[in-house]
């Protein structure tokens, strides 16, 4: 009698094949999740790489437009330096030309006169109250002889001349300049000046004062005919 078709075999339980088969689809799946997490992982890592290297790149790129902006800062901070030193430079070489061609300080102020003007000493006209006709007319001749002496009257321009003017004259005849007593445009010379400034004296002249010329004048025509 041959031997049983689908026999168990010796030493095998019955069912043990579906337990092995779970076994496997365990293993296979663990196997899959296994390489999942690694790939995952790997991603993840570079990901991560890629976020450093754009964060790096963006920080050089700041610091290198930083730096590119403070660099354009200091050369446009160097040529306005370098710009306002040329100026002053200008500045400080005009005004020592000008003292040195006008005898004018260079800080301002009042007029001096240059190295000629020490051969002659200026003329000083006083307050209108305190001078007659003649006393002008004799102040006019001596202040063009002042001009003429120490060449003024040559290198000087016409607002350096009124300038050497009213220098000369009292404070109280300042004040009618400046009051517009009578009207002298700053570019007009010193001549013309004075003849306003005659013609000023000649309308507000004091009485007393013409009188006491006259005698004056009285009595030097009599010593000269008594001579």
Same mark, same amino acid.
């Given at each position: 009698?041959?031997?049983?078709?689908?026999?168990?075999?010796? *030493?095998?339980?019955? /069912?043990?094949?579906?337990?092995?088969?779970?076994?496997?689809? %365990?293993?296979?799946?663990?196997?899959?999740? %296994?390489?999942?997490d690694q790939m995952k992982m790997q @991603?993840?890592?570079?990901?991560?790489?890629?976020?450093?290297?754009?964060?790096?790149?963006?920080?050089?790129?700041?610091?290198? +437009?930083?730096?590119?902006?403070?660099?354009?800062?200091?050369?446009?901070?160097?040529?306005?330096?370098?710009?306002?030193?040329?100026?002053?430079?200008?500045?400080?070489?005009?005004?020592?030309?000008?003292?040195?061609?006008? &005898?004018?300080?260079?800080? &301002? /102020?009042?007029?001096?006169?240059?190295?000629?003007?020490?051969?002659?000493?200026?003329?000083?006209?006083? *307050?209108?109250?305190?001078?007659?006709?003649?006393?002008?007319?004799?102040?006019? +001749?001596?202040?063009?002889?002042? =001009?003429?002496?120490? %060449?003024?009257?040559?290198?000087?321009?016409?607002?350096?001349?009124?300038?050497? =003017?009213?220098?000369?004259?009292?404070?109280?005849?300042?004040?009618?300049?400046? &009051? *517009?007593?009578?009207?002298?445009?700053?570019?007009?010379? @010193?001549?013309?000046?004075?003849?306003?400034?005659?013609?000023? =004296?000649?309308?507000?002249?004091?009485?007393?004062?013409?009188?006491?010329?006259?005698?004056?004048?009285?009595?030097?025509?009599?010593?000269?005919?008594?001579?």
């Amino acid at each position: 009698m041959g031997p049983k078709k689908n026999a168990t075999p010796k *030493g095998k339980v019955k /069912g043990d094949d579906s337990d092995d088969d779970t076994v496997k689809d %365990a293993r296979t799946m663990a196997m899959i999740q %296994a390489v999942t997490d690694q790939m995952k992982m790997q @991603y993840q890592e570079e990901m991560r790489l890629q976020r450093d290297q754009l964060r790096m790149e963006h920080q050089d790129q700041m610091r290198l +437009q930083q730096d590119q902006m403070r660099m354009q800062h200091q050369e446009q901070m160097k040529l306005q330096q370098d710009h306002m030193a040329i100026q002053a430079d200008s500045l400080i070489k005009a005004l020592a030309d000008l003292k040195t061609a006008t &005898g004018t300080p260079a800080g &301002g /102020g009042a007029p001096q006169a240059s190295s000629k003007a020490r051969r002659i000493e200026q003329p000083r006209l006083k *307050g209108p109250s305190e001078v007659t006709l003649a006393d002008f007319r004799d102040f006019k +001749q001596r202040f063009k002889d002042f =001009l003429a002496v120490t %060449a003024l009257d040559v290198e000087a321009d016409a607002k350096n001349r009124i300038a050497y =003017l009213r220098s000369s004259i009292d404070e109280a005849w300042s004040k009618l300049w400046q &009051g *517009g007593a009578f009207a002298i445009p700053d570019k007009d010379d @010193y001549d013309k000046c004075l003849d306003e400034m005659y013609n000023y =004296l000649r309308k507000h002249r004091s009485p007393l004062l013409d009188r006491r010329e006259f005698y004056s004048r009285s009595r030097s025509g009599l010593r000269c005919f008594l001579r």
